[in-house]
T-cell receptor, first 115, second 112 residues
Framework: EPEVTQTPSHQVTQMGQEVILRCVPI?????FYWYRQILGQKVEFLVSFYNNEISEKSEIFDDQFSVERPDGSNFTLKIRSTKLEDSAMYFCASSPIPGPGNTIYFGEGSWLTVV | KQEVTQIPAALSVPEGENLVLNCSFT??????LQWFRQDPGKGLTSLLLIQSSQREQTSGRLNASLDKSSGRSTLYIAASQPGDSATYLC???????????FGKGTHLIIQP
């Protein structure tokens, strides 16, 4: 069964460093998403991406964050100048189109620890 | 702003019992509602999706219902098994490319 794959599974970074999280969405999907889950808290929407541009973003997704689809398969989340509070599990997701009957498929997550 | 609440936060039952997990949402103008399963340190696995025009969906031992007007959904698990132990998340979509709004989940433990 097709799946969303994410790398790395775990990354430890120094505060102030830049981090890039990578995702390979399901191949025939058109919408891509990033979510995050701080330990013990709800899963939160960050951003959706379609046709090489951001479709929607939450108030969490500020200038520190950016997304890119550098080639036909990868979808990346860049976090500039990381802060301690950026420590979280980051999930990539994809869907065919955001129709009412279309499930959003999630990857296994990238656990980011900022020290 | 949409808020999703799940009750109970945690539940521990003996194997074989039927159980119900509850989800409520504050804005009834939803596109669809999904139930997910999350194992510790893992990603989210979609269990069921109910479109806003539907009342329920079934998959195996799972049945999810939706009452959009009252802002409620339930996930019914029949004949629970230890392998069902996980956190169950409810999430609603406002439509289009809007992100899902998640509840905090119900942490379920099925005792062998």
């Amino acid at each position: 069964e097709p799946e969303v794959t994410q790398t790395p599974s775990h990354q430890v970074t120094q505060m102030g460093q830049e981090v890039i999280l990578r995702c390979v969405p399901i191949s025939n999907h058109l919408y891509f998403y990033w979510y995050r889950q701080i330990l013990g808290q709800k899963v939160e929407f960050l951003v959706s991406f379609y046709n090489n541009e951001i479709s929607e973003k939450s108030e969490i997704f500020d200038d520190q964050f950016s997304v890119e689809r550098p080639d036909g398969s990868n979808f990346t989340l860049k976090i500039r100048s990381t802060k301690l509070e950026d420590s979280a599990m980051y999930f990539c997701a994809s869907s065919p189109i955001p129709g009412p009957g279309n499930t959003i498929y999630f990857g296994e997550g990238s656990w980011l620890t900022v020290v | 702003k949409q808020e999703v609440t799940q009750i109970p936060a945690a539940l521990s039952v003996p194997e074989g019992e039927n159980l119900v997990l509850n989800c409520s949402f504050t804005d009834s103008a939803i596109y669809n509602l999904q139930w997910f399963r999350q194992d510790p340190g893992k990603g989210l696995t979609s269990l069921l999706l109910i479109q806003s025009s539907q009342r329920e969906q079934t998959s195996g031992r799972l049945n999810a219902s939706l009452d959009k007007s009252s802002g409620r959904s339930t996930l019914y698990i029949a004949a629970s098994q230890p392998g069902d132990s996980a956190t169950y998340l409810c999430a609603v979509s406002g439509g289009g490319a809007d992100g899902l709004t998640f509840g905090k989940g119900t942490h379920l433990i099925i005792q062998p």
